[in-house]
T-cell receptor
Framework: EAQVTQNPRYLITVTGKKLTVTCSQNMNHEYMSWYRQDPGLGLRQIYYSMNVEVTDKGDVPEGYKVSRKEKRNFPLILESPSPNQTSLYFC??????????????FGPGTRLLVL | AQRVTQPEKLLSVFKGAPVELKCNYS??????LFWYVQYSRQRLQLLLRHISRESIKGFTADLNKGETSFHLKKPFAQEEDSAMYYC???????????FGTGTLLAVQP
């Protein structure tokens, strides 16, 4: 089944403990991105990647890192999580980097709580 | 600045009533507009896009460039329409996709 997967789906951690949220797509999509969803703020883009080894900051990149070593994977890394990173995170992908025109395919979301 | 405004955080209607979810955008160029929907415990998915001019699950949306709006409409709401709806603007010049803050539609029986 063509889809975007994320792991873990739920995560509780403590301040400062490094964590990684994985994202994988099996649709050979070039473009991948990470969003966070917060009440009243909607979806805000954290980082995106146009293709392998090409990544760039979105609107709220502070405190996050990403990498794109393979086309299918786009992990989100929180080196030192803080409580204000408690949120619902979505990974998304699209066939081409022309994101303004393409349908975005979203993962199921990862709910993160940082204590 | 490019922006998407969804003025209603929550819209509550009764089953069978008409629904209109408002979306206004700010962009001087030629916009691409989308509606995404997130049903309870499901992932966000595309509902429709203006360029397709199609009706999905009874929903339609017309781009009004004069009013810079892309409101989502359905003549008769169903309980299964209850979900979070996001309007999104594709900005070709910067290759960005900008989401609104979302409207939670609750259809009461």
């Amino acid at each position: 089944e063509a889809q975007v997967t994320q792991n873990p789906r739920y995560l509780i951690t403590v301040t400062g403990k490094k964590l990684t949220v994985t994202c994988s797509q099996n649709m050979n999509h070039e473009y991948m991105s990470w969003y966070r969803q917060d009440p009243g703020l909607g979806l805000r883009q954290i980082y995106y990647s146009m293709n392998v080894e090409v990544t760039d900051k979105g609107d709220v990149p502070e405190g996050y890192k990403v990498s794109r070593k393979e086309k299918r994977n786009f992990p989100l890394i929180l080196e030192s999580p803080s409580p204000n990173q408690t949120s619902l995170y979505f990974c998304a992908s699209s066939l081409s980097p022309r994101v303004a025109l393409e349908t975005q395919y979203f993962g199921p979301g990862t709910r993160l709580l940082v204590l | 600045a490019q922006r998407v405004t969804q003025p209603e955080k929550l819209l509550s209607v009764f089953k069978g009533a008409p629904v209109e979810l408002k979306c206004n955008y700010s962009y001087s160029g030629s916009p691409e507009l989308f509606w995404y929907v997130q049903y309870s415990r499901q992932r966000l998915q595309l509902l429709l896009r203006h360029i397709s001019r199609e009706s999905i699950k009874g929903f339609t949306a017309d781009l009004n460039k004069g009013e810079t709006s892309f409101h989502l409409k359905k003549p008769f709401a169903q309980e299964e329409d209850s979900a979070m709806y996001y309007c999104a603007l594709g900005v070709g010049a910067t290759n960005k996709l900008i989401f609104g803050t979302g409207t939670l539609l609750a259809v009461q029986p």
